[in-house]
């Protein structure tokens, strides 16, 4: 089979991007030692050349240096990979067109990729401060396939352990430049020492003789649950080190980066740790109980000082180095997480009783629950004949922060809050776990309609039914689709949809125990004493679920999924003439709203696309256009899109076709062939934010060449080794194993 041009298995991320491969690149266009005084120019915002490695800038908006157009010239519309290095006394650097007003290429030291607006590069600095360039590399990509991507918010996933988990989990920002980090009475240099991910990305932190605190701090982190912070530490001229929180209680840690001991733990910390991480690195951890509200690191005089503590160092230039800042929900410290601003990282979401991760791709959402951990009477909530006992117990995040509640009363005990607006689909879920009690449910009333219940089994897993105005069901008008689906450790998430009523009053949801039986009363009415847990309520505006939604005082909006771009600009990614388009996917939903993914020419109209189209639920469409119009509308019915298939969609001149799950589903021999195809989007292509695709996906890949009937039956049948083998090498030669919070059998377990 021929190697693809894209292949995209979801195991490996970056911070705004999705891995893929392979890629191919051109010769290096600037390679190091590059020599400022020779490559680049002073431009007329500012910037001067200082030396062949160091430009300054004295202030202002964006100052900065220009290459020359003796030195090298970028290709308007070819796309670039750009690594840098260095070291800068400004806010940080960013890179974009000479003549340009933002980051359009990217911002700080790294590795960027980027399509070239205009045909010089420029280096800027953010404030005035003095920037050197260690080593610069400039090449082309002539094939590529990495996806850009985007969520702006963060979101949750199942981890590979089978539990929720926020992702990123680190919930510190820059945890590795300290950009937004306030600096008291310190300076601190990136990029100055090699990390222990071998990346020249360690810092030098350095105090100064003021009689005061020393340190770096990242406050405003409000929560109230246990959290674990760890930040790695190597010595240089100091060696003593505190971890310490913003609370007044003193809670606080000390440790010795030399002698290799923990001294003082002050407050409600507990189960300090210093562990070798390589090279004299080392990695601090520490527990804190509850209120952690921020994450001091500071400089202090020994093992006994003090929370916070007071000092004049010696002199202004000593220090030692620091990287890799993580706080993690729970008791335990994680595998650590870098974090730019925690917005852009692609979720990887694994069956929750274990096997390959898929790339969770969602719409935006808005939990209208304002506390969803929280069932106290508190924050727009309220309780009937409903008691809290504990929040402390162990949740579907695997850590403790589930509620279990109590029935006082028979009365319908209840958990209740939004109301809701009339004549409105909501989708309503919650995690739920039985104690002693066994039955519980989901419902809501409104003046035109009554009660409306769903009624789960948690010691069976099972929906039992509806109770619609006293009478029982297995669905109803105003209270349908109802789900109990399993997750780890007994623990099930039920959930319903609901259509409100057009009466003026409007409806509250509830969550409620429930007795034995179909009778109307079993499901209005609780046992004394029944016992369960609950985790996790939400509420969305949509005709079904999407991944939890934390809430903790108002309600929270993640922002949609979005992956585009893979290829623009290169050269050899995709062919007009013929090629194909593999995908292996679910669906969240089964529904006539469109979504696609596709190879496009970013016009609109020329494009190669797979989609769940607007015509029909059950149905995929094997779909190419040309500037003429529809040259292929395959649909092919009756497919459960919820669960897993293989599609691929082959083009060629007069001979295209659709494979689903090993079998020919359509063949078309008078086709006429798009052109002008540069880019591959989870969207249908007419633009990037077009019926963009909605699921979990396993597999892409697109083929230069237009395969056999054997070729494409088998890679839809079963994981062909030569599809995967390529992009095992891709992620090992990039160092993702090592780099990216995957291993090496998630790989592997697609061979």
């Known amino acids: 089979m021929a190697t693809s041009s894209v292949l995209t298995v979801p195991s490996m991320y970056g911070d705004g991007i999705l891995y893929s491969g392979p890629s191919a690149y051109g010769s290096e266009l600037a390679v190091q030692p590059v020599d400022l005084q020779v490559d680049f120019q002073s431009a007329p915002s500012g910037g001067v050349v200082v030396d062949a490695n160091t430009f300054t800038a004295s202030g202002g908006n964006l100052e900065g ?33 000479f003549g340009g007003s933002g980051n359009e290429y990217g911002s700080g030291f790294g590795v960027h990729r980027f399509v070239s607006l205009n045909n010089r ?49 680190n919930l510190v920002t820059n945890s590795e430049t300290f950009s937004n980090w306030t600096k008291n009475n310190t300076t601190l240099t990136v990029n100055n020492i090699v990390a222990p991910s071998q990346s020249f990305t360690g810092c030098l932190l350095q105090g100064n003789t003021v009689n005061n605190r020393h340190n770096v701090a990242r406050t405003g982190i409000s929560d109230t649950q246990t959290v674990t912070l760890s930040v790695f530490v190597k010595k240089k001229e100091l060696r003593y080190v505190q971890i310490a929180s913003a609370n007044t209680n003193g809670q606080h840690a000390n440790f010795d980066v030399q002698d290799i001991v923990v001294g003082n733990v002050g407050g409600a910390f507990s189960n300090a740790k210093i562990e070798s991480a390589g090279n004299e690195w080392y990695r601090l951890s520490v ?39 993580q706080i993690v929900k729970g008791d335990q410290p994680k595998n650590y997480l870098p974090t730019t601003d925690r917005q852009n990282l692609p979720r990887l979401n694994y069956p929750t009783y274990g096997g390959c991760p ?14 969803s951990n929280n069932a106290d009477t508190v924050l727009g909530n309220y309780i009937v004949n409903i008691q809290v006992n504990s929040s402390n117990n162990l949740s579907p995040e695997g850590i403790n922060n589930a509620q279990e509640i109590e029935v006082t009363a028979t009365g319908q005990p209840r958990v209740e809050s939004v109301v809701t607006s009339n004549t409105t689909v909501y989708s309503a879920s919650c995690y739920v776990k039985k104690d002693t009690g066994d039955f519980f449910g989901l419902g809501f009333y409104q003046q035109d309609i009554g009660n409306q219940y769903a009624k789960f089994d948690l010691s069976t897993g099972t929906f039992i039914g509806v109770s619609s105005n006293g009478s029982f069901s297995q669905s109803a008008t105003n209270i349908y689709n109802c789900k109990i689906i399993a997750h780890k450790n007994n623990w099930y998430r039920i959930t319903c949809n609901i259509l409100t009523g057009s009466a003026v009053s409007k409806s509250n949801i509830k969550w409620l125990a429930m007795t034995a039986g179909t009778s109307a009363a079993s499901f209005s009415t609780g046992n004394v004493g029944d016992k369960f847990l609950i985790y996790g309520r939400q509420v969305e505006q949509a005709d079904y679920t999407t991944s939890l939604i934390h809430t903790s005082g108002s309600t929270v909006t993640r922002n949609e999924d979005k992956a585009i771009n893979s ?22 939903f089964n529904n006539t709203e469109p979504r696609g993914i596709s ?7 020329n494009r190669v696309l797979i989609t769940y189209p607007n015509t029909a639920s059950s149905r995929i469409t094997g779909y190419i256009q040309t500037t003429a119009g529809s040259g292929l509308n395959a649909n ?13 969609l082959k083009y060629k001149l007069n001979n295209c076709a659709v494979f689903i799950d090993g079998v020919k589903r359509i063949q078309n021999n008078s086709v006429a062939m798009p052109v002008g195809l540069d880019r591959l989007h989870f969207s249908n292509g007419v633009t990037a934010n077009s019926a963009e695709y909605r699921g979990n996906l396993n597999a892409i890949a697109v083929y230069k060449t237009a395969l056999t009937d054997t070729e494409l039956a088998n890679l839809t ?32 377990r697609f061979l």
Not at 299 to 323: H, K, R
Not at 359 to 371: A, C, D, F, G, H
């Open 65 to 97: 240096i220009r290459s020359k157009d003796a030195a090298f010239t970028l290709t308007v519309g070819t796309a670039f990979e750009i690594e840098i290095r260095g070291t800068t006394t400004s806010n940080g650097i960013t890179l974009g067109n």
């Open 358 to 371: 898929s790339l969770l791709v969602e719409p935006q959402r808005t939990n209208l629950v304002i506390n």
């Open 636 to 648: 092919i019915d009756g497919v459960d899109t919820t669960q897993k298939h293989k599609v691929a």
């Open 717 to 748: 049948l079963y994981n062909n080794h030569d599809l995967f083998i390529p992009y095992r090498s891709r992620m090992q030669m990039i160092g993702a194993d090592q780099e990216l919070q995957c291993t090496e059998h998630d790989i592997t």
């Open 567 to 588: 290829g623009l600009g290169t050269t050899d990614t995709f062919n007009d003439d013929e090629g194909v388009l593999f995908i292996e996917t679910e669906a969240l």
């Open 287 to 325: 527990v804190s109980p509850n209120k952690y509200n921020g994450f001091y690191i500071s400089l202090i005089s020994g093992l006994t000082s003090p929370w916070l503590e007071n000092w004049a160092m010696p002199n202004n230039t000593d220090g030692l180095y620091i990287w890799g800042a």
């Open 599 to 605: 190879i496009n020419a970013g016009n609109g109209q």
């Open 121 to 169: 590069l420029w280096i800027r600095q953010n404030s005035a401060g003095t920037t050197t360039i260690t080593y610069l590399s400039i090449r082309p990509l002539t094939q590529g396939s990495d996806f850009e991507f985007t969520r702006a918010t963060t979101g949750t996933r199942i981890n590979e352990d089978g539990y929720i988990e926020d992702m990123p989990y």
